[in-house]
């Protein structure tokens, strides 16, 4: 079992209503530390903060935010 960070994705708006998700391609973004997280997404996503037209209807965009992500492995197949 391991510790990791990783980024949601939140938006709210009437037509998809609240939706959640952990962003990544494929398999989700994780980082050791929430720093990492942090600094992927001013760097990534950090114009959303400054832009009214994003976080308004029609799209309802929030900031992404690092989140904590248990992460374990099992053994053999689980039912």
């Known amino acids: 079992m391991s510790n990791l960070w990783g980024i949601l994705w939140r938006s709210n708006n009437r037509l998809n209503g ?36 994003l976080r308004s209807e029609p799209h309802g965009w929030k900031m992404p935010k690092p989140v904590k992500v248990e992460l374990r492995v099992m053994k053999g197949r689980q039912r």
């Open 18 to 53: 609240r939706l959640e998700y952990l962003m990544g391609c494929g398999a989700p973004y994780l980082f050791l530390s929430r720093r990492e997280a942090r600094e992927l997404i001013e760097r990534k996503w950090g114009y959303i903060r400054n832009r009214p037209d």
